[in-house]
């Protein structure tokens, strides 16, 4: 049965606040009868709060409206985030006589309170769990739509995936790109072709391994697949297979699981803004030029749904060529904007469909237009006088 998600388009019809998002937000909020949810309820609201000058992340406005439903509802929110980016949140807008409510590094400001869950994958045994998540009782994903170089695509999934765990397993999360092999170095013993190699990538992706100087290390963030090593290596010495870059992908549906399992399913709400969309992560610290026009605000109860209904609604407009940073290369225009950008290896589709598997949420949804602009009647532009 496909699950209901809940969609506020950024285009109005009159200029007038109610046809706005944040007041589609409000609408959204309804939808989801969160007020009726959320009484006597400790809410964890895990959102990105950014760093340095970041300004793309969700504006203080959206999040005051969270709040002010939580608290109306009779719930007790807090904002969540990593804690290197909760310090200075003040500094980007996210304080409490802003926002209506608390921030607090979610595994405390040493990172050093959480809740260790066994979960075999790969590299990983043990994933670490921030207890200020795990203490709460009801949790709102805050998320903002923005590309990523790890995995194309970020928003509902990964905002949970890397932000409700500790540093030491986001990092193994990241490391499960080196766990299938891809350089074999007993088919390039030369030099002068390893050289060749690492000569060939534009974006600086194949270094020397800091151990070994026989063997190549890979950074997948920086690879888009555009194929220009394999093109001098030896024969069987060097693969760019998709393994690599899907393991991250795959952990990242593996976090939210374990994250999820310490909430009852109905105590658990997904929002997604997908306003200013950059090629890279919040977490950068800055903010680029948006690659994809602004698509409106999302929100329902199943994570898988609401990131594919995010990506079906930005996969309608092509990428903004002209925005994209002269460092990065479009080199496919088939899929997703995002895997343009990023790379064919990067499907951003992925992570829906390791989430389905993992039975995160269904990717068969119906989309619900809380204020559709073609049923608002047209009006002539308002008058507002001077005071």
């Known amino acids: 049965m496909p699950s209901k998600v809940y969609y506020g388009s950024p285009r109005q019809a009159r200029l007038e606040a109610k046809e706005t998002l944040p007041a589609k937000l409000d609408l959204i909020l309804e939808q989801l009868h969160l007020r009726e949810r959320v009484k006597d309820e400790t809410v964890a609201i895990k959102m990105h709060t950014g760093n340095n000058i970041v300004y ?12 002010e439903a939580i608290i109306d509802g009779g719930g007790k929110p807090f904002v969540a985030d990593v804690n290197w980016d909760v310090r200075g949140a003040e500094k980007r807008g996210y304080t409490h006589d802003v926002i209506g409510c608390n921030v607090y590094p979610a595994a405390g400001p040493d990172e050093k309170y959480f809740y260790t869950h066994h979960h075999p994958y790969k590299n990983i045994q043990d994933w670490k769990v921030a207890g200020m998540i795990e203490d709460a009782s009801f949790l709102v994903n805050l998320a903002h739509v923005k590309g990523h170089p790890s995995c194309g695509f970020g928003a509902a999934i990964k905002n949970l995936a890397l932000g409700c765990v500790v540093g030491e397993t986001r990092s193994a999360m990241h490391d499960t790109m080196q766990y299938d092999p891809y350089w074999f170095p007993e088919k390039c013993p030369d030099e002068k072709v390893r050289k060749a190699i690492m000569q060939a990538c534009p974006f600086e992706a194949l270094v020397e391994d800091k151990k070994n100087p026989e063997r190549l290390h890979l950074h997948p963030e920086q690879c888009n697949a555009c194929g220009r090593c394999l093109g001098v290596a030896s024969p069987g010495c060097l693969k760019i297979d998709a393994a690599n870059f899907h393991s991250f992908m795959e952990a990242c549906a593996h976090s939210v699981a374990v994250t999820l399992s310490t909430f009852k399913p109905e105590n658990v709400v997904h929002l997604s803004l997908a306003t200013h969309m950059t090629p ?4 950068f610290g800055f903010t680029s030029m948006p690659i994809l026009p602004d698509a409106g605000v999302f929100g329902s109860d199943d994570i898988v749904a609401i ?3 995010v990506l079906d609604m930005t996969a309608r407009t092509p990428l903004i060529e002209e925005n ?13 904007p995002f895997r343009w950008l990023h790379g064919p290896l990067k499907d951003p589709y992925v992570v829906t469909e390791y989430g389905e598997k993992l039975g995160l949420g269904s990717r068969a949804y119906d989309l619900v237009d809380v204020l559709p602009v073609e049923k608002i009647e047209r009006a002539p532009l308002g008058y507002i006088p001077a005071r």
Not at 324 to 336: A, D, F, I, Q, Y
Request: charged share 20%.
């Open 56 to 67: 793309s992340t969700i504006h203080p406005v959206f999040v005051r409206k969270v709040v």
């Open 280 to 283: 890279v992560c919040d977490c």
């Open 307 to 309: 990131d594919q209904a």
């Open 324 to 336: 994209v940073p002269t460092s990065l290369e479009v080199h496919t225009r088939e899929g997703h």
